[in-house]
């Protein structure tokens, strides 16, 4: 298993020394019959892309993604992305994000969201690295400010969004990461929308502390927890668990270029 994508700075210090030792070890708790190969750990505002990236360098298994969110638009200037960039060429970052449009909230203009990750598109497709997107209640623009980035590999994270950014993210060669939203009860829309995802463009995250699968929701969520949803999955889609392991986390080293084995 691979979890593509967790914030292990939010973690208690319990649940992160149960990831790393899940990790390291192959003990991972309450008896998680996979393996847990590797982290994307993700660091989106100021502070946190310097947390990631210590992560990422302190433990061989964890990779990472630096970037901004889109909440933090109207706080990043010039030298915070010419400091990204400089990041960005460290070793163990594999992907820029996550960065993206969020409309549900108004912590910042649509304006500045948009130059914010088309500013990041730009520095991906200079760097020649994935991005990393979030998108919420913005489907239509994010597509479109994809499509004339021109950057070709990426991934939709937490995938939630219509069929309409689905074949568009797929059209440009994007994967879609679906997180534990897609065991709950209410997201029938999504698990439908699951099975039209070809099964070697899929990948599954965490978004750890967040987003706990069932039968772990409500409590704090960690990258150990996304066996849930590969096992939840492979139900679903009717691909044998072991199978959907195997090629999940085969997709994950081949867009984040990594090799953990």
Wanted: hydrophobic letters at 40%.
């Amino acid at each position: 298993m691979i979890d593509t994508h967790a914030h292990l700075d939010m973690l208690s210090e319990e649940l992160f020394k149960s990831t790393i030792s899940c990790l390291e070890s192959g003990n991972c708790p309450e008896d998680i019959p996979a393996r847990l190969e590797a982290v994307i750990t993700v660091g989106c505002d100021k502070e946190e892309i310097y947390k990631a990236l210590s992560i990422a360098n302190r433990y061989e298994k964890v990779w990472c993604a630096l970037g901004f969110h889109p909440y933090e638009a109207e706080k990043v200037t010039q030298e915070d992305l010419s400091e990204l960039k400089k990041l960005l060429a460290e070793d163990k970052v594999v992907a820029v994000g996550e960065c993206g449009l969020d409309y549900y909230r108004n912590f910042a203009s649509k304006e500045r969201q948009w130059k914010l990750f088309e500013s990041q598109l730009q520095i991906a497709k200079e760097l020649d690295l994935p991005v990393v997107v979030h998108t919420r209640d913005a489907d239509e623009d994010t597509t479109a400010i994809l499509k004339n980035s021109g950057v070709e590999k990426g991934v939709i994270h937490c995938f939630t969004g219509t069929e309409k950014l689905l074949k568009g993210a797929l059209e440009l060669g994007f994967y879609i990461s679906l997180s534990g939203i897609v065991t709950y009860k209410n997201a029938n829309d999504l698990r439908e929308l699951a099975k039209k995802i070809p099964l070697d463009r899929l990948l599954v995250e965490t978004d750890s502390p967040y987003l706990a699968p069932v039968p772990k929701r409500g409590k704090k969520n960690a990258p150990y927890y996304v066996f849930y949803t590969l096992k939840f999955l492979s139900e679903w889609l009717n691909v044998p668990l072991e199978v959907l392991d195997r090629i999940t986390t085969t997709n994950a080293v081949k867009l984040f270029e990594i090799n953990p084995f």
